[in-house]
């Protein structure tokens, strides 16, 4: 079976002074049927590279291969088989909800009809209420409406979430999730990590426009070598400095952030006992101690020694 | 692919073009802004320019007498023989005065009676000012007839006010050419930019959907909003002010849509790459600026020099407002139309082609 989206040695180049490279060389295959994110700080290239897939901008150089078609060869037959939603499209405000799913679902030759549409996506409720009294949550799950209108195989959904309210994003979440169980290929953007671990089979990590990192995000935290993350505060932080724990056993980094310590340790019950004992031999109060599984953040933090959020800041 | 979708099958039949041309019509009349802007306006327009234009009683002419005691018969004498006439309003006043208000326009003429009997009478008036030289005129004529002049030859006069002659058979026909550049360009070019700012191209541009079916649903439509404008904007021309079309509606009817053509064809032009509401306003303004002061619309396009018409000839704005007053005030049949409907189907034709190879979906 073909893969859902191929893309190989993927180059956008924007002209201008300084020409923009916002994406450079990037590879990346969504198989058929699973849920595939791109996971990255703002401005890595995400949606650049999406919007190449949608066909809606073309690519400086390489090789694009969607549902196993060629933009500029199949785009009609490409157009008919994909469902997108772009990260900012204000639908008509004075349009209903049932009317623009209704328009829509007129551009594709086949389909779903809008009542269910508008059931899949919840909005019963809001079928007959005007597309500018919706919350910000309805909007974008009308705009994921919008994108499975002409039952697609492939639905690339460009920030689906972002700037919703928690209750909203599971919403989303459960949607994407239906979409998925129903064996549609679904490549999604976002910078949140559990977003991505919890809705994606296979992640790829992007930054500065490449790809740094790909796979399931069980496989990518493992590849840490570390499974869980220790971080603590002291009672009197000016003592924090002298402090020496990358000898512990089961320890397998330390990084000291503004006011609290980090360790990525393999085995939990090893590492804890030990820190604890080091820590009363030196003098040391706890203020504070958690621990938890490692997360997409710390492999992405590792691989760039900068926080997802963080974009473009220095690390 | 193994899926359980009990509906995913052909369905319906749905028509891309008349759901386009079906939510523009939905957006349009859920906007009330929009429907006073297209529709209230040009009614305003009229009803405002109706009004100043309208046909006066027969304007009156303000003369001042000079006061001067020495001269009581003379002063008497002019008093008596103006205020015969109706033409005439007539005031006495000392001569600071007279002077005054002739400075500040408010006497079109001074009449300064002689001291003596037998002597001259002066009118003091600004030559350059149409109502003094008139005022000048009239005055003399019935100051020369009420001291005894007999005219030797005899005249008669008729005053012409049929519907057809009128200002306001003139105005009506230059704002319905108005009309339709202001829906064309506004209607056509405001909502194409609003939708490329609202990512609504781009999005519709991830669907199957044909570009021909999205133009021509914009167009379809414009053509739509068109009919009630053009009826409330006619209809009330004729209940109000009794404005008639002397020649056949349908050439009219004609006229109308190759005009809405033009310029929607204009406005889609002028849409296709501005980027902001407000570069399209200040290119769709540009635009309409000269055809508004040069294209006859609240007054003839002859009126500018002869070096200049064939610019002005070749605005689409010109040939359309020539050929609505031709056929509304005129009867004027539609062969006999031809220069001016070439111009209009040239600036039509010319402006779609180029609006579609400029044109800019994201």
Known sequence: ?????????????????????????????????????????????KTTTIEILEGLSEPTAGDVEVLGMRWGRDDAAIKERIGISLQETRLSEKLQVDETLTLFRSFYRRGLEPDEVIRRVSLEEKATARVGKLS???????????????????????????????QSRRQLWDLIRDLRAQGRTVLLTTHYMDEAERLCDRVAVVDHGKVIAQGTPRRLIAELGSEH??????????????????????????RQDVDHFCLSVTELHVALPALLERLRQTGHRLAGLTTRHASLEDVFVTLTGRHLRDGEAQP | MNRELPSAKVTKRYSPLGQLILARL?????????????????????????IAFRNKP????????????????????????????????????????????????KTALIVVPPSASGGAYAYIFDPTREEGRLAQSKVDD??????????????????VQEPGGRYIDFLVPGLLGMSLMGGGLWGVGFVIVDMRIRKMLKRFLATPMRKSD???????????????????????AWLAFGVVVQGSLLALVILILLGAATFAGIGLLVASRAKTLEAVSGLMNLVMLPMWVLSGIFFSSERFPVAMQPFIQALPLTPLNDALRAVMLEGTSLPQLWPQMAILAGWATGSFVFALRWFRWN
């Open chain 1, 1 to 45: 079976m073909t893969a859902a989206i191929r893309c190989t040695d993927l180059v956008k180049r924007y002209e201008g002074r300084p020409p923009v490279e916002a994406v450079r060389g990037l590879n990346l295959t969504v198989e058929c049927g699973e849920c595939f994110g791109l996971l990255g700080p703002n401005g890595a290239g």
């Open chain 1, 136 to 166: 910000g949550g309805q909007r974008q799950r009308l705009a994921v409406a919008c994108a499975l209108v002409g039952d697609p195989d492939l639905l690339l959904l460009d920030e689906p979430t972002t700037g919703l309210d928690p």
């Open chain 1, 229 to 254: 993350v220790v971080e603590f505060t002291l009672e009197d932080p000016q003592r924090m400095a002298p402090l020496e724990l990358a000898d512990l056993p089961a320890v397998r980094s330390v």
């Open chain 2, 26 to 50: 939905r957006e349009f009349y859920r906007e009330p802004e929009a429907i006073f802007w297209v529709y209230g306006f040009p009614l305003l327009m009229v009803v405002a320019l109706g």
């Open chain 2, 58 to 105: 027969v304007e009156q002419m303000v003369v001042d007498v000079q006061q001067d005691a020495a001269a009581e018969a003379q002063v008497r004498f002019v008093w008596e023989a103006l205020s015969k006439d109706e033409t005439f309003k007539v005031q006495i006043n000392d001569p600071a005065l007279c002077q005054r208000r002739l400075r500040t326009g």
């Open chain 2, 142 to 159: 019935a100051l020369q007839r009420a001291a005894g002049r007999v005219d030797p030859l005899p005249v008669r006069t008729q005053a």
């Open chain 2, 214 to 236: 999205f133009l021509l649903g914009i167009l379809f439509s414009r053509l739509l909003f068109m009919v009630p404008e053009i009826f409330v904007l006619l209809g009330f």
